[in-house]
């Protein structure tokens, strides 16, 4: 039987309130200061953040964003584990290696893990990140701790009913990243105005995401062939849909569902009850889809609440 709890967290004025962590204040130049690595494997660069120390959790950014995505979480998760924060392949700083399903960009994941030292972890992921991390999970349970989505219309397990018409101003991407060339086509020498109407109509917290942040984001979309990786992971969604499908035991490993409140909300925990057996849902208030950014300190202070009760760390 599975555990759905839905709690909703308002969000934390003053500083930061984080389990185990008193007043913590992340300020601008500490964000700054978090820097890539890379690592070769099978001859491409896969490039990751890493701080801190202790047991590991593992982050995969969403589209239109890289791991900077994670930069006001990172140091708040770090203070009690090792945090790597992975760019998925293709994206960021990440070489591509032609292969856009999730299955396919999973193993690539858990090759980068391995080659990092990290036998097991607790696996986040935000957007197109929680899609991979699914398919991590279902393909290789035994190495996680835990399993935490965010705010993500996860291939073979989003309802049927979100892609009707009606429901077209939240889910038209999925149909226009998936046609050949056209998007390329019209997003061409645009990507600054096309990223941030995405960031304009997706978040609550409209400061949350600052020009700079927006700039950061186009350079990295700017770059030869990544407008076209990014909607790879589109174009490859009845793939990843369909291999997630043709899993048949349900996951016995902790879940964690988080849902912006004015985003995806409690239906992410729904969609986790159909491959999980062990779903924990919450919903964050006052916060739209980009919650990592919009709402890191209680993102950060519900991920560790959730991890700490494990009894893992």
Not at 194 to 203: D, G, I
């Amino acid at each position: 039987m599975a555990r759905h709890t839905l709690v909703k967290l308002a969000p934390v004025s003053g500083a930061i309130a984080v389990t185990g962590i008193a007043h913590a204040i992340v300020s601008e130049e500490r964000k700054s200061a978090l820097k890539y690595n890379r690592i070769d494997l099978k001859g491409k660069s896969i490039a990751y953040m890493t701080e801190g120390s202790g047991s590991p959790i593992v982050l995969l950014h969403g589209w239109p964003q890289t791991s900077h995505v994670w930069r006001k979480v990172i140091p708040l998760l770090a203070t009690k584990h090792r945090v790597v924060a992975i760019d998925l392949p293709g994206l960021g700083e990440s070489q591509a290696f032609d292969v856009f399903d999730t299955g396919a960009v999973a193993d690539i994941i858990s090759d980068a893990t391995e080659t990092l030292g990290i036998s097991s972890f607790h696996l986040v992921g935000h957007d197109i990140g929680a899609w991979v991390a699914t398919s991590l999970a279902l393909r290789q349970e035994g190495r996680l701790n835990s399993l935490t989505v965010v705010d993500a219309g996860i291939p073979g397990l989003i309802p049927d009913e979100i892609f009707k018409p009606s429901n077209g101003s939240r889910i038209w991407q999925f149909y226009f990243h998936a046609v050949s060339d056209i998007p390329e086509l019209l997003t061409e020498g645009r990507e600054r105005e096309y990223l941030s109407w995405y960031f304009r109509n997706k978040a609550v917290v409209k400061d949350a995401i600052s020009e700079t942040d927006v700039d950061l984001y186009t350079n990295q979309y700017r770059r030869k062939h990544a407008m076209s990786n990014g909607f790879g992971y589109y174009r490859a969604f009845a793939q990843s849909a369909d291999q997630n499908r043709s899993f048949q035991q349900k996951l016995a490993i902790p879940v964690f569902a988080v849902g912006g409140e004015s985003a995806i909300g409690a239906s992410i925990g729904a969609a986790m009850n159909k491959i999980a057996t062990d779903v924990t849902t919450k919903v964050i208030v006052n916060c739209g889809h980009y919650v990592p950014e919009e709402r890191p300190s209680e993102f950060s202070e519900t991920l560790l609440e959730f991890i700490n009760n494990l009894g893992l760390v």
